[in-house]
């Protein structure tokens, strides 16, 4: 199975803050690769599939690059809205594994 | 708008059997993939299965073949998850998703149903 490994697994930042937030695949996977942002008591919610294809409705200061095995997702300019849990999935085989996720928490 | 809106969770002795559904609103069911991931408090999301749209392709992972099937009804845009020979490791928030799609992500998630597996 493809490892996903997220770092850091906790951030702390403040409103306004350029944040990034990295996801590297334990073998290449093209760019077979999507980010998720999680409330608590909330669904998951997709922001970038791709790696880099901005879903409809999501804020452009979300940004993804990468691929291969080396992926990035930035927020450009933390809002309070933003501070939530995220999370990488690679997509390029089944089993589809997820990264074990990044809090991002208000500084 | 799209939702999903799951049910069928709840406590369930070790050996048990329990069917969670997943009915779908908003979009063109049969038009879909449509997935399964699971979250046991603490850890990480854990992709279950996945079924075509027509129901002929179905994937699942290594842990739970054998013991789970995945089914749909487009007729009544449904997805179920038969789980069956359930193990305490099973305990876990379930979320019908849709998808895969493009990359492969899942595009749409439900709230989640509670399965416990627990004597």
């Known amino acids: 199975d493809i490892q996903m490994t997220q770092a850091p697994s906790t951030l702390s930042a403040s409103v306004g803050d350029r944040v990034t937030i990295t996801c590297r695949a334990s073998?290449?996977?093209?760019?077979?690769l999507n980010w998720y942002q999680q409330k608590p008591g909330r669904a998951p919610k997709l922001l970038i599939s791709?790696?880099?294809r901005l879903q409809s409705g999501v804020p452009l200061s979300f940004s993804g690059s990468g691929s291969g095995t080396d992926f990035i997702l930035t927020i450009s300019s933390l809002q309070p809205e933003d501070f939530a849990t995220y999370f990488c999935?690679?997509?390029?085989?089944?089993?589809?594994?997820f990264g074990q996720g990044t809090k991002v928490e208000i500084k | 708008e799209v939702q999903l809106v799951e049910s069928g969770g709840g406590l369930v002795k070790p050996g048990g059997s329990l069917r969670l559904s997943c009915v779908a609103s908003?979009?063109?069911?049969?038009?879909?993939?449509m997935s399964w991931v699971r979250q046991a408090p603490g850890k990480r999301l854990e992709w279950v299965a996945s079924?075509?749209?027509?129901?002929?392709?179905?994937n699942y992972v290594d842990s739970v073949k054998g013991r789970f099937s995945i089914s749909r009804d487009n007729a009544k845009s449904s997805l179920f998850l038969q789980m069956n020979s359930l193990r305490a490791e099973d305990t876990a928030l379930y979320y019908c998703?849709?998808?895969?799609?493009?990359?492969?992500?899942?595009?749409?998630w439900g709230q989640g149903a509670l399965v416990t597996v627990s004597s």
């Open positions: 998703a849709r998808g895969p799609s493009s990359g492969n992500s899942l595009g749409y």
């Open positions: 908003g979009f063109t069911f049969n038009s879909y993939w």
């Open positions: 079924i075509r749209q027509d129901g002929s392709d179905k």
């Open positions: 073998q290449s996977i093209g760019t077979y």
């Open positions: 791709g790696a880099s």
């Open positions: 999935q690679q997509g390029d085989r089944t089993p589809y594994t």
